[in-house]
């Protein structure tokens, strides 16, 4: 029996077994910042790492870069995020509580797709809509989400600086030290996996709309003619990476970004929805973000940033295909996706199946009980062996066996290998296998090709 995962669940799933962490949690939480523990960083490393192996390292034609987090504020105009990075946001007259509007429409059963800031305002104006408390609300205005910072001593306009709230503009700033140290032939890609910060006005659902998150962005320079024919392999791409993370197909929708909705530099955008236990939201977007960003930088800067055809001997401006992929978002649409409830020996079980990729632990080792020197010495021998071999093998030996296996269930672990008084006597250990629970007997010395 597999049971639906509720928010409730998965979270307290989370802390309980040191995946996830309210923020600053012993002075009672920070709104919208979240802190990976033991096994989080873990799950989230090996998920960045595999988007790096698959979006990078394997590709002949994209290079990786990691950029400064903050950079001058020229940047941030340049990209149109000091004009226009903003949400529209009204507060309850009575107790002051600030609320994304379009948030709060929804909430109250209306759709707000589509709908520009006006027509927001106008919409809670002519519906006499209320706060949730049931008081009148404020006017509309906007509040730019970016988190602004000093650079230096200096409080002035001049040490103004920004936390970046996507990632890709570091690429854009950097496309000219990379066509002229690394001298790429169109098309290519630049990608980066880093924090993006949006002081967002209600962060909510656990880790999904948070503050401080990180992003796996990739910027893909085309030649204009060619821009449908790399959107469309990216799209392909995404549903390959969306698999490999152990994604249910079913649970994801491609959704047309109207252009009304789309971001000020997309002339396309496909959102990856994913069927969360809140409801259906945007898990990923691929944009194609033309060449504003490049020609916006260029003409600010005064720099060149072209590429040139040699073979034509033509001046291009390259296009752009984005596919940007949140991983916080993906970690909690891998933990929902994963999250099973079964009943074993009697008992209910609560499991992550995992893929073996991605699990943060691979396979624990155990002595069947910690106060046998003979087990112990045994068990940390097969340890030693597998540990060489296998990335992320851990050795446990507190609580009872029953315990170990409940909680290396719960991290998802997809074997345990157990050493017990057999095994000094055959050289034979217990391997369980985490979503059936099946154990067999196998030889020390066939364990490592069974289990790789
Ligand atoms: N460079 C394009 C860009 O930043 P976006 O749709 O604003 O586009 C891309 O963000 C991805 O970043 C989203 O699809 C989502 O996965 C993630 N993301 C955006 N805002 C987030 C937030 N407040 N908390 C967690 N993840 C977020």
């Known amino acids: 029996m597999s049971e639906k995962a509720t928010m409730e669940k998965i979270v307290s799933l989370a802390k309980r077994r040191g995946f996830i962490f309210p923020g600053s949690n012993i002075y009672g939480g920070l709104s919208g910042f979240w802190d990976y523990g ?14 790096w192996r698959i979006f990078v390292e394997e590709r002949e034609d994209v290079h990786g870069l990691d950029s400064a987090i903050l950079m001058r504020q020229d940047v941030w105009q340049a990209s149109g995020h000091v004009g226009g990075f903003v949400d529209a946001v009204v507060s309850d007259t009575v107790n002051g509580r600030q609320f994304r509007a379009d948030h709060l429409l929804e ?21 006499n809509i209320k706060s949730p408390n049931g008081n009148p609300l404020s006017e509309v205005s906007t509040f730019n989400m ?28 950097n496309f000219k030290n990379i066509m002229d140290s690394v001298h790429p032939q169109l098309p290519f890609g ?29 910027e893909y320079f085309v030649h204009p003619d060619e821009w449908e024919k790399w959107f469309d392999h990216y799209r392909e791409e995404i549903w390959r990476w969306m698999d490999m993370i152990g994604l249910d197909r079913d649970s994801i929708h491609e959704l047309e970004v109207p252009a009304e909705d789309r971001a000020h530099y997309s002339k ?90 991605i699990a943060p632990v691979r396979v624990a080792v155990f002595p069947l009980m910690k106060n046998k020197s003979d087990l112990v010495s045994k068990a940390r021998e097969v340890f030693e062996i597998l540990k060489k071999e296998i990335p992320r093998v851990i050795y446990d030996e507190s609580g009872s066996i029953g315990k170990r296996y409940r909680r290396q269930d719960e991290i998802g672990t997809p074997h345990c290998v157990t050493v017990d008084f057999d095994t000094l006597d055959d050289q034979t250990v217990t391997v369980r296998d985490r979503d059936s629970g099946e154990q067999k007997r196998l030889k020390i010395e066939d364990l490592l090709a069974e289990l790789k």
């Open 268 to 357: 396309r955008t496909i959102d990856f929805e994913f069927d969360y236990p809140f409801g259906r939201k945007e898990l990923y977007g691929l944009a194609y973000r033309t060449d504003f960003d490049l020609k916006s930088h260029a003409s600010k800067s005064g720099q060149e940033l072209s590429y040139l055809d040699q073979e034509k001997n033509e001046r291009v401006v390259p296009h752009v295909i984005e596919p940007s992929l949140g991983v916080d978002r993906t970690l909690l649409a891998v933990l929902v996706s994963a999250y099973r409830e079964d009943e074993m020996n009697g008992e209910k079980r609560v499991f992550l199946s995992l893929p073996v990729a």
């Open 146 to 173: 970016m988190f602004e910072t000093c650079i230096g001593a200096g409080k002035g306009e001049e040490s103004k600086s920004y936390l970046r709230p996507e990632t890709a503009q570091g690429i854009f700033a």
């Open 190 to 218: 630049i990608g980066q996996i880093g924090k993006a910060f949006r002081n967002e006005i209600a962060p909510r659902d656990f880790i999904f709309r948070a503050r401080e998150f990180e992003q796996m962005e990739l």
């Open 107 to 127: 909430d109250q059963g209306y759709d707000p797709t589509g709908m520009s800031i006006e027509d927001i305002s106008n919409h809670i104006k002519e519906n």
């Open 38 to 51: 033991p096994y989080g960083v873990m799950l989230k490393n090996n998920i960045t790492r595999l988007w």
